[in-house]
Structures are given as C-alpha cells and as structure tokens.
C-alpha cells in the first residue's frame, strides 16, 4: 500500500494569504495524484488531479504540482469559503489517502 | 448536472449484514467507474472497492470477502453489501463516480452507518 503523508497537519491562515500543502508518497505515484477538499458535513471534492489539472469548476487559485513522490497544493490568495480539510490521494495503484492538512482561518 | 444520492445507512448490530445504494442522475453508471469510499475518525478516508465498466470489480486488500460491489443499470443504480458487520466498519460511506479508475469525480453526501450492540 502506498502511504501519503501530509504537511503541515494544521495551516493557520488570514484571508488573503497564500497555502503550501505538502503530500510525500511512500514510493513514486507518477503523475497520478489528486487533491480533495472536504468541509464539516460534506463529502470530498476533487479539485485537482493528475497533479496539476483542476476539476471542472475550480478556481485558478487552487494549483498542484510535483512529481515522483513529493506534490503540492497550493491557493494563491484565501477565499473565505477556501478554509476546511484537504486531502491528496493517489491512483497509481489502489487508491489511497493522505491523513489530511486543516487551513483554518487565523 | 451529476447527482449521487445515498439511502440504506442505520443502526446495526455486530454480525449483521447492510446494503447501501447510490443511485445515479447526470450520471450513467454502467458506462462509468463507480466506487464506494468510507470515513472513520481514526483511519480516515478508506477506498473500499471499485467495478469498472465491463463489470469486473475490485476491493481493499483488508476488507475483500465481506464486501460486495454492484450495479443495477435499469435503475442507474449501484451498491455496496457488507456481511458479518464488526464495530469497526463504523463510518460514513460515501458513493463516488468518475470516467477514469481510482478517482473520485462526484460524490454522494455520504450515509452514516454505526455497528453497536
């Protein structure tokens, strides 16, 4: 099983800022990873995938990059509605999640 | 637009068995891949089990035998059956659709199943 690891666990920011989410993989996933947001209630919403394209309706301040083993997330300038839980999975082989970065407002 | 909703979670003893459907609009589920994903506190967001198109079906290493994929193409319709319930298969199972393997496009709303006796 391919783990992911995620980084940091809890990113404190301001509306406006700039997020860095990291995702490790445990042996290299190719191009095959993707990035969900989750908020309390709700299931997950894709909004990356195959690393650096974004789902049907996102907005180009969500961007991936990476490769290998080591990807990122990253939201340029934090909308309100941006805040929640992100999570990279990985398709390569059978699908797997990482444990999830909280942005949470600052 | 895609719509997956959900119906079937509950209360449940221990050694029980549970169905849960997901039924499908905006969205052909025997020309798609269909997966079943769920949720717990401690383990996180766990794949369960995929079926492709053609109908072959795949599952979690650590949960294959007790889970079962399926689909119902003249309702647009798929489902997951679990058989002999543990305390530990409680969690929030979420049905999700895409038009490629091993991603999550579209997502039910998620239905919450607790095994206790």
């Known amino acids: 099983e391919i783990v992911l690891t995620q980084s940091p666990a809890t990113l404190s920011l301001s509306p406006g800022g700039r997020a860095t989410l990291s995702c490790r993989a445990s042996?290299?996933?190719?191009?095959?990873l993707g990035w969900y947001q989750q908020k309390p209630g709700q299931a997950p919403r894709l909004l990356i995938y195959d690393t650096a394209n974004r789902a049907t309706g996102i907005p180009a301040r969500f961007s991936g990059s990476g490769s290998g083993t080591d990807f990122t997330l990253t939201i340029s300038s934090l909308e309100p509605e941006d805040f929640g839980v992100y999570y990279c999975?990985?398709?390569?082989?059978?699908?797997?999640f990482g444990q999830g970065t909280k942005v949470e407002i600052k | 637009e895609v719509q997956l909703a959900e119906s079937g979670g509950g209360l449940i003893h221990p050694g029980g068995s549970l169905s849960l459907s997901c039924a499908a609009s905006?969205?052909?589920?025997?020309?798609?891949?269909i997966n079943w994903v769920r949720q717990t506190p401690g383990k996180g967001l766990e794949w369960i089990s995929i079926m492709y198109p053609n109908g072959d079906t795949y599952y979690a290493a650590s949960l294959r035998g007790r889970f079962t994929i399926s689909r119902d193409q003249s309702q647009n319709t798929f489902y997951l059956h679990i058989n002999s319930l543990r305390t530990d298969d409680t969690a929030v199972y979420y049905c999700?659709?895409?038009?490629?393997?091993?991603?999550?496009?579209?997502w039910g709303q998620g239905v919450l199943v607790t095994v206790s006796s």
């Open positions: 999700a659709g895409a038009g490629v393997p091993n991603r999550g496009d579209y």
């Open positions: 999975q990985q398709g390569i082989h059978w699908p797997t």
């Open positions: 042996q290299s996933v190719s191009c095959c």
């Open positions: 905006g969205f052909t589920v025997r020309s798609n891949y």
